[in-house]
């Protein structure tokens, strides 16, 4: 129902950002646009331009750096922290290892002399026990003061000055302890340092599994953090992007450009539909769905070049919408040979039961990597149409029938190999087909958990296209959660600019 100007207030300023963090694709008024609010805390306030501070920029590169790493330890179940050796061939890697070499080599030395040299023996012990206490929780105190007692540096040194340190006796305090703090994955590592008797060697491998115990513990931080972090990210996402917006006020201009170019397609759209363009570009922007452009935006993701910057309010999950369009791309290859063998032997074959499935397991072996630049596209579909060429005549000698002539085959083989080709008919209906599909996906309601229906020519892969699109759509709910309110006033400026605009705060939205 159309408000009048009497009924504006601030829960109307709030509807575009409501709306904005909703799939569906209702209308919003132009009201909601236009209305003068009063700015709320969770809301994204615009910042006059300023000079940014190289510590500012610091600041807000800090806070990106926060951002994301609390997004991917969110969403990402399987995200953790592993060791990672360097290369044995990399510049890294050889210098590190002459450096730790070199290092150890020193304090075997110095360990052999007569009387032994234990300085930097007991600098490393010192370490030790800081790692270890690290290790510690709250109100452990009879180990810590353990702990402490035993690796006293000041009562090592005073040893040391006699010759009389237990170097043995304090390296295997320290893996008993180790083994008293470790995960159970780490006791196979504990009990090969038990069996270790060169002392240089043995603190060499300490080292080696107190980094292993660092990271075990890192994960287990983030195992515990991530039900807290699930539960409050949308505002704390939102907080810190606000704090960015603050620090660097042009942190929003990739996106702005987006939702622009998004506008224009769809003026363009209208405007093709539309018998007279007379006046389109200014009376149709008062009738477009900021939903349905900020869902075209959405869908231009899938075909985005990620070789280009992506919008910044979708930089936390730009590997993950990458690797979609990659998913994507393979299922259209999929599609497209599946269909073109369908057209030209479908008689053929119509009696075979899954066979379509047999020609995906042919297929999708042979378009792995499909995403790498040493991929050759052209020579994996003329595989493809020789395994299904071969596929085809041996389901037809099964059954007794004729197998297909040279020129069948050829025709097929070549047929599937134009995939390639830009502009390619076949390529360019199932790639709309895949973008209608998730159009109607963006178009459901959010709490909405049912798919719509499959296009057809996507049967074959309709189960992989379920699983994509509810991965997909799980980011955009997301993000429209934390950002519509950014997303709003984005909106409002570019499809209202003549519109008198007082504060610009709108309302976080409350699903």
């Avoid at 990672?84 to 030395?109: M, Y």
């Avoid at 506008?263 to 149709?284: F, K, N, Q, V």
């Avoid at 075209?296 to 910057?309: F, I, M, P, S, V």
Wanted: hydrophobic share 35%.
């Amino acid at each position: 129902m159309p408000l009048s100007d009497d009924q504006n207030s601030d829960s109307d300023s709030s509807r575009l950002s409501e709306s904005t963090a909703s799939s569906s694709d209702s209308e919003y008024s132009r009201q909601s646009f236009t209305s003068d609010s009063s700015s709320k805390p969770s809301s994204p306030a615009s910042s006059p331009p300023k000079m940014v501070t190289f510590d500012e920029l610091m600041a807000a590169a800090r806070n990106l750096t926060d951002l994301t790493l609390a997004h991917e330890i969110a969403v990402n179940a399987n995200f953790c922290i592993k060791h990672e050796d360097l290369p044995q061939n990399s510049l890294v890697g050889t210098v590190k290892r002459i450096v730790h070499k070199a290092f150890w080599d020193h304090l075997e030395s110095e360990l052999n002399e007569d009387p032994p040299e234990y300085e930097h023996a007991i600098k490393l012990f010192e370490e030790i026990k800081e790692i270890l206490l690290s290790f510690l929780t709250p109100g452990a105190n009879r180990i810590q003061n353990q702990i402490c007692e035993v690796l006293d540096t000041d009562l090592i040194r005073q040893q040391a000055e006699h010759n009389a340190v237990d170097i043995h006796g304090l390296a295997n305090y320290i893996i008993n302890t180790m083994g008293k703090l470790c995960a159970p994955i780490r006791d196979n590592d504990i009990k090969q340092l038990k069996a270790t008797d060169n002392i240089v060697e043995l603190l060499r491998q300490i080292f080696h599994v107190l980094d292993l115990m660092k990271m075990d513990m890192a994960n287990y931080t983030i195992q515990c953090l991530r039900p807290y972090l699930q539960r409050n990210l949308v505002d704390y996402e939102r907080t810190k992007f606000q704090e960015i917006l603050e620090e660097t006020p042009s942190a929003l201009d990739l996106t702005t450009e987006w939702i622009k170019e998004s506008i224009e397609d769809e003026l363009s759209s209208i405007s093709d539909e539309s018998s007279s363009s007379s006046g389109a570009d200014h009376s149709s922007k008062s009738n477009i769905s900021p939903t349905l452009v900020l869902n075209n935006g959405y869908l231009k993701l899938l075909q985005w070049d990620y070789h280009k910057t992506i919008p910044e309010t979708l930089i936390t999950d730009e590997v993950r919408l990458q690797e979609l369009r990659e998913k994507l791309n393979q299922l259209k290859i999929i599609a497209c040979v599946c269909l073109i063998t369908n057209n030209m032997v479908g008689a053929a074959i119509v009696d075979v039961p899954d066979f379509a499935d047999q020609l995906k397991r042919v297929s999708v072996p042979l378009l792995e990597g499909m995403s790498k630049k040493t991929f050759d596209l052209k020579e994996a579909l003329n595989a493809i149409g020789v395994q299904i060429c071969s596929k085809v005549n041996g389901s037809l000698s099964e059954r007794g029938l004729p197998t297909l002539n040279a020129e069948m085959q050829n025709n097929l083989m070549g047929q599937i190999a134009s995939i390639v080709e830009e502009n390619n008919p076949v390529c360019s209906l199932i790639d709309k087909r895949i973008q209608l599909f998730m159009k109607s996906l963006l178009a459901l309601p959010s709490f909405q958990k049912c798919m719509p229906a499959v296009p057809g020519g996507l049967s074959v892969i309709q189960t992989e296209m379920e699983f994509v699109g509810s991965q997909y759509a799980s980011i955009v709910n997301f993000n429209k959660q934390v950002y519509g309110p950014f997303y709003a006033n984005i909106l409002r400026k570019l499809l209202f600019p003549e519109a008198p605009i007082g504060k610009t705060g709108t309302e976080a939205p409350t699903n």
